[in-house]
């Protein structure tokens, strides 16, 4: 979990404490009022249980201060957005959480990316895309809409034909091997990646296996201009707005910008994982 959603969690915590006590009710009273475990109120309150928008609107109900419904949410709304769980990320579908990709790619004159262990989805192949959202609903039990997803993913490969528009991604070298699909797929794919590397307005670094770093490569992210760093763990999706984190993943990235090999070098390390591939094939 991160530590801007922790204290934003914790914030809102104080706030429903500020309003018990000034309304001058303890904990045990109010769970008694709401019908909740004791417990729950501290949680609440020490930041440790989000709270849902019926929870505060029953919170400001029962302490006679229904006006302060509309702050708790406000609160609670701006929280969510910097943390969000998968299942509430795909409630809509991945058609959704792909065209809000589309919308930031637009919006954004540079992208900035890192993928430990899977091709950047704005380089993906239909059929890739495709075993790449079924991962991503088989763990997460999440919506079927595999297709609508894949074509929206493509869509947003359209802006790296616009003019003015900026890609720098960088890749572990692993990500060329993982078979998360058929090798006749990943095969499709490595030669789409290689065929990339020829435009003007992508950028694609490789870190080769054993190659010194001075970062731990957690997770993939992707920035979008000086404004946006998307970041995506197992459970959730980060979204930073601050600053202060865009520039601590700038230079996250920048350490791995140290390490990774680019041009022909890196268009080698795609040609050797094709010919892995192929030689495994026969």
């Not at 943390?83 to 990320?89: A, E």
């Amino acid at each position: 979990m991160s530590t801007d959603f922790q204290q934003a969690r914790l914030s809102l915590g104080v706030r429903l404490r500020e309003l018990r006590t000034e309304a001058g009710v303890n904990g045990r009273d109010l769970a008694g009022r709401l019908g909740w475990p004791a417990s729950k109120i501290s949680k609440l309150e020490n930041g440790k249980q989000t709270a849902t928008p019926a929870d505060l609107h029953a919170w400001a109900e029962a302490l006679g201060c229904p006006e302060t419904a509309a702050e708790l949410k406000g609160r609670l709304q701006g929280l969510e957005y910097r943390y969000r769980g998968w299942k509430r990320v795909l409630a809509g579908g991945h058609r959704v959480r792909e065209e809000a990709g589309v919308r930031h790619g637009r919006e954004a004159a540079v992208t900035t990316g890192y993928e430990p262990a899977i091709i950047p989805g704005i380089f993906q192949i239909a059929e890739y895309a495709r075993h790449v959202l079924t991962r991503a609903t088989d763990l997460d039990d999440g919506p079927r809409d595999i297709e609508e997803g894949v074509c929206a993913r493509l869509k947003r490969q359209e802006s790296l034909y616009q003019r003015g528009k900026r890609f720098r991604f960088i890749m572990s070298e692993a990500a060329l091997y993982v078979q998360i699909c058929p090798p006749d797929v990943l095969a499709a794919q490595l030669d789409r990646l290689g065929g990339l590397l020829g435009l003007d307005s992508v950028e694609v670094g490789i870190v080769p296996l054993g190659a010194p770093v001075a970062v731990i490569p957690k997770h993939g992210f992707w920035i979008y201009d000086d404004r946006l760093a998307i970041v995506e763990t197992w459970n959730a999706e980060l979204r930073l707005d601050e600053p202060a984190d865009i520039a601590l993943y700038r230079k996250v990235w920048g350490k791995l910008h140290d390490a990774a090999v680019y041009g022909p070098t890196a268009h080698r390390l795609i040609a050797r994982a094709r010919s892995t591939l192929a030689l495994a094939a026969t």
